[in-house]
């Protein structure tokens, strides 16, 4: 069955480094979505990704986050500055549609620890 | 400020019962709902979807949607220990978006 995978697993960083997180998509998904979790309480939507550019961002995204398709195939969240608070569980998502019509798939996701 | 309520339970059960999770949202302009189960440390899969007022069936889990009520709901027939988990209620943003808004979960356990 497809699947959405994602690496690191778990990264452990210090405060102000950068850090990327990568994702490949299930295949012939259009839809691509970074979601994070901080431990204990709600997912929270973060990115949109459709046709190679920003289809919508959240408060949560400022300019300390993008991500990038750079091939075909991976789909990366860049956290340029790491601060404390970006400690959470980070969730990629696919979708073969957009959301008001399709289902959206999970990976993983990528624990990020911030010292 | 759009919102998905759930009650965070935990909501207790005993094999074989029925288990009934609900969640109602702030967005009248929401189409598309969907549950995701969610184990402790693990990502959130999805188990159903509705887009429509009434109920959806699939298996053991039934969806039900009342758009007027801004209410839907999960039952969970027969259930398992194996259904413990988080409930995730989610909603679409709206209907050109494509942020789904999750709830913060339903805790259900099951005991045998």
């Known amino acids: 069955e497809p699947e959405v995978t994602q690496t690191p697993s778990h990264q452990v960083t210090q405060m102000g480094q950068e850090v990327i997180l990568r994702c490949v998509p299930i295949?012939?998904?259009?839809?691509f979505y970074w979601y994070r979790q901080i431990l204990g309480q709600k997912v929270e939507f973060l990115v949109s990704?459709?046709?190679?550019?920003?289809?919508?961002k959240s408060e949560i995204f400022d300019d300390q986050f993008s991500v990038e398709r750079p091939d075909g195939s991976n789909f990366t969240l860049k956290i340029r500055s790491t601060k404390l608070e970006d400690s959470a569980m980070y969730f990629c998502?696919?979708?073969?549609?957009?959301?008001?019509?399709?289902?959206?798939?999970f990976g993983e996701g990528s624990r990020l620890t911030v010292l | 400020q759009k919102e998905v309520e759930q009650n965070s339970g935990p909501l207790s059960v005993p094999e074989g019962a029925i288990a009934s999770l609900n969640c109602t949202y702030s967005d009248r302009g929401s189409q598309s709902f969907f549950w995701y189960r969610q184990y402790s440390g693990k990502s959130p899969e999805l188990i159903m979807s509705?887009?429509?007022?009434g109920d959806k069936e699939d298996g053991r889990f039934t969806a039900q949607l009342n758009k007027a009520s801004q209410y839907v709901s999960l039952l969970i027939r027969d259930s398992q220990p194996s259904d413990s988990a988080t409930y995730l209620c989610a909603v679409n943003e709206n209907q050109a978006g494509t942020a789904l808004i999750f709830g913060k979960g339903t805790t259900l356990s099951v005991s045998s």
């Open positions: 990704f459709y046709n190679n550019e920003i289809s919508e």
């Open positions: 295949s012939n998904h259009l839809y």
């Open positions: 998502a696919s979708s073969e549609l957009s959301t008001n019509t399709g289902e959206l798939f």
């Open positions: 509705i887009y429509s007022n």
